[in-house]
């Protein structure tokens, strides 16, 4: 009952929850409760073909638990852009048109990095989106913590690893780990001489 009566209550400002002062916050609040219940009736209304990830209606909450990297990749190339334009472009504010280009740069350079094929053009413009999107997401959010993870940085190397190695479907870690998932779901009890792939596959 409450968390209806607060989904209620956010409907009448919904875009607030877009500016939230992050000064307050060492990783910044972006998406409030409002935004979140925005994107997820988007998600119901949502026609997908069936090879795109469900998005499950507890993303985003510390309910939903880990989400796999492939319904982060429909989040952000299929389902975020569409909830920000329908909720933002109205707004004549210069954060609001920045947070939608931020948002589309960052869309672009998944789905070229996601690309079954690849050539110098498409990593360069993988390279120019992806520098426009950090760069962009430092100034909309200066406090944000992340600029200096592993994965910011490796982001940024990706479009030498398109040109050295072809497509990234070939040597990206989805396969080993879903066997990594496949792994930590046989019951076990810590003892040696069980052909454990054997087990996983044949049961």
Same mark, same amino acid.
């Given at each position: 009952m409450k968390q !209806?009566?607060? &989904? !209620? *209550? =956010?409907?009448?400002?919904?875009?607030?929850s877009f500016h939230d002062d992050s000064s307050? @916050?060492?990783?910044? @609040?972006? /998406?409030?409760? *409002? *935004? @979140?219940h925005e994107i997820q009736r988007d998600c119901d209304r949502l026609i997908s073909p069936t090879? &795109? *990830?469900n998005i499950p209606q507890s993303i985003g909450y510390k309910s939903g638990g880990k989400q796999k990297a492939d319904t982060w990749r429909t989040l952000m190339t299929v389902l975020l852009p569409i909830s920000l334009v329908r909720l933002l472009s109205s707004q004549k504010d210069l954060r609001s048109q =920045?947070?939608?280009?931020n948002t589309m740069d960052l869309a672009q350079a998944i789905i070229i990095a996601s690309k079954r094929t690849t050539s110098p053009q498409w990593a360069a413009e993988y390279e120019?989106?992806?520098k426009r999107y950090r760069k962009t997401l430092k100034a909309l959010f200066p406090n944000f913590d992340s600029f200096s993870k592993p994965n910011f940085h490796l982001a940024l190397h990706l479009s030498a690893l398109l040109l050295r190695f072809g497509p990234a479907h070939g040597w990206w870690c989805y396969g080993f780990e879903h066997l990594i998932g496949l792994l930590t779901c046989l019951g076990t009890?810590?003892? /040696?001489g069980k052909d454990v792939l054997k087990s996983c596959y044949c049961s």
């Open positions: !209806q009566k607060e &989904l !209620q *209550a =956010a409907n009448t400002d919904t875009v607030h307050r @916050f060492k990783t910044p @609040f972006i /998406l409030g409760e *409002a *935004a @979140f090879w &795109l *990830a =920045a947070i939608i280009k120019k989106y992806m009890n810590n003892k /040696l």
